[in-house]
């Protein structure tokens, strides 16, 4: 059925995969971004396609779509990296951004799908992985707000009857995932592709025995679908993860395996507010959406490099 999507952040990272797969699959689409760390180039291909508006999603009420949604995918964020630097544009993109996201969708009858992250639980601990029930500790302003909106989803359906379902994803990776200095963003996978194609040097955070829960991008976008398209509406939570830990060391020896090079290595102090481990388990998404990702860390990486490569030329 072709259906009418509101996606926030659509010109980011995972937004613009997501953009791309609703698009293939025929969907009527509208897009805002501030572009304050997305590019207008990374959906230059569809813009043909897709309804834009450029504006800052804490002021959606301000917009007069010509359009009634059927859903909402929330994916506009502020950056986790700037967020102790600038908590108050944290708050504003992260909590009010949420609460404008939720009017929309009261007035139009949509149900949102809202991606947060599992960094709102800090470090896994020994003996097994984190899953949905256990402990939050958010670490920073972002993974605090970024909860915080997970109830402001719960208490939009508790009491206005508001449709949502809330993906908490792992550390996603991929193709169009980009390092911005100015602020701060520096994504691992992505850091260390760039540094591999430009021979930089490496820079690693502490002793690079930290893990991640690495999921490609098309793992995270069908996880995001799957979620839209279910019918639990009452502000679940669903970890999208793959249950696989990766060192930030192993990383880097699986670029330079692929890139077929041996790469200038830097260990640096621990950046504040890292999390140590992290594995999630991804079964109650597997159960209840029929999630199960599809790529390795291997394949994924992989697939980044050669969309570098095939960019460079
Ligand atoms: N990438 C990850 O590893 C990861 C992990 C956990 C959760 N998430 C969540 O997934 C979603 C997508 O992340 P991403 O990696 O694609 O990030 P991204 O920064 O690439 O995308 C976010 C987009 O939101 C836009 N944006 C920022 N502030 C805005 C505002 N006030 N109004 C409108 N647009 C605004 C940015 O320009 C950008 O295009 C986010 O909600 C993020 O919190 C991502």
Request: hydrophobic letters at 35%.
């Amino acid at each position: 059925m072709n259906l009418k999507y509101l996606i926030t952040g659509g010109y980011g990272f995972v937004g613009s995969h997501l953009v791309e797969k609703l698009c293939n699959d025929g969907h009527d689409l509208t897009v805002m971004d501030n572009l304050s760390n997305g590019q207008l180039s990374n959906l230059d291909h569809l813009k043909n396609k897709i309804t834009t508006y450029l504006a800052n999603v804490e002021q959606i009420q301000s917009v007069h779509f010509k359009k009634t949604f059927d859903g909402i995918f929330h994916l506009a964020t502020a950056p986790r990296s700037s967020s102790l630097k600038d908590p108050m544009r944290d708050i504003e993109t992260n909590c009010k951004g949420m609460i404008a996201v939720l009017e929309l969708a009261k007035t139009h009858g949509a149900k949102v799908v809202f991606t947060s992250n599992s960094g709102i639980y800090g470090s896994a601990q020994e003996g097994g992985p984190i899953n949905e029930n256990s402990i939050n500790n958010p670490t920073t302003p972002y993974d605090a707000n970024k909860l915080v909106s997970e109830y402001y989803c719960k208490i939009y359906h508790d009491i206005y009857g508001v449709s949502s379902t809330v993906v908490r994803f792992a550390t996603v990776y991929g193709e169009r995932q980009q390092v911005n200095e100015r602020l701060n963003w520096r994504p691992l996978v992505a850091t260390f592709v760039k540094n591999a194609m430009n021979g930089e040097e490496v820079t690693i955070n502490g002793d690079g025995e930290q893990t991640r829960d690495l999921i490609y991008v098309q793992d995270a976008v069908q996880g995001v679908i799957k979620a839209m398209k279910s019918s639990i509406n009452d502000a679940n939570i669903f970890l999208l993860s793959t249950n696989t830990e990766t060192s930030v060391n192993q990383v880097l020896h699986v670029v330079e395996a692929i890139a077929g090079l041996r790469m200038r290595v830097k260990y640096s102090e621990p950046l504040p507010g890292d999390i140590r481990k992290m594995r999630y388990s991804y079964d109650k998404a597997k159960v209840k959406l029929g999630f199960e990702p599809q790529f390795s860390v291997h394949q994924g990486i992989e697939r980044m490099m050669q969309y570098s490569r095939n960019k460079a030329q």
